[in-house]
């Protein structure tokens, strides 16, 4: 089964400063996805990035860009140009991509970001 | 943009009551989601849900949900008798199938259900 760890109960960051979230996975396939969420305190689950395994090239949104790196294992999400609206618990999930793979989201237990004015 | 919508947003039972979540998935997507987190921990996924029957369940899933898909918008979970840990915030979300699901699972608002 696979697994998803978020390291980091809680960060803070100042306003206007940069900070990353670390995820790492346990998986056997080759093939999945990974995303990451955001949930304000409204509890909203709100997609932030995704990334496919097959792509070597990292993805951004924006402020939002993540290190994907495979053999590791590793899937960081970076938050630039820190907002006070960042401030939210970020979940990272995985998800098979194979055929006949599950669909359905494996979450970590998610990193509490705060964000400092 | 096209939402997941969810109704109620709270609701409170007594325990061994019945309760029906309520959700409206994006119109062209084809999966459906049942998933829950109570208070403090992580979102765990319950259900799934293509082609009118359930593709996978969990193993919190049992006989006492059930989910349905009774006309072409909503898609709901029932809860038959509550007890009090099924205290929780139930969220409903949608995909598209296959390939197209990379794009991500889309979350409704979410019900936050007491059971007292």
């Known amino acids: 089964a696979q697994t998803v760890t978020q390291s980091q109960p809680e960060m803070s960051v100042q306003e206007a400063e940069t900070v990353t979230l670390s995820c790492t996975y346990d998986t056997s396939e080759s093939d999945y996805y990974l995303f990451w969420y955001k949930q304000p305190p409204s509890r909203q689950m709100i997609l932030v990035i995704r990334?496919?395994?097959?792509?070597?090239q990292n993805a951004t949104e924006n402020r939002f860009s993540v290190n994907f790196q495979k053999a590791a294992k590793s899937f960081s999400l970076k938050i630039s140009d820190s907002q006070l609206g960042d401030a939210a618990m970020y979940f990272c999930a995985y998800r098979s991509a194979g055929q006949g793979g599950s669909e359905k989201l494996v979450f970590g237990k998610g990193t509490k970001l705060t964000v400092n004015p | 943009e096209p939402e997941v919508t969810q109704t109620p947003s709270h609701q409170v039972t007594q325990m061994g009551q019945e309760v029906i979540l309520r959700c409206v998935p994006i119109s062209n997507h084809l999966y459906f989601y049942w998933y829950r987190q109570i208070l403090g921990q992580k979102v765990e996924f319950l259900v799934s849900?293509?082609?009118?029957?359930?593709?996978?369940k969990s193993e919190i899933f049992d006989d006492q949900f059930s989910v349905e898909r009774p006309d072409g918008s909503n898609f709901t979970l029932k809860i038959r008798s509550t007890k009090l840990e099924d205290s929780a915030m139930y969220f409903c979300?949608?995909?598209?199938?296959?390939?197209?699901?990379?794009?991500?699972?889309?979350f409704g608002p979410g019900t936050r259900l007491t059971v007292l």
């Open positions: 849900f293509y082609n009118n029957e359930i593709s996978e």
């Open positions: 979300a949608s995909s598209l199938p296959g390939l197209a699901g990379a794009s991500g699972q889309f």
């Open positions: 990334q496919e395994a097959y792509k070597q």
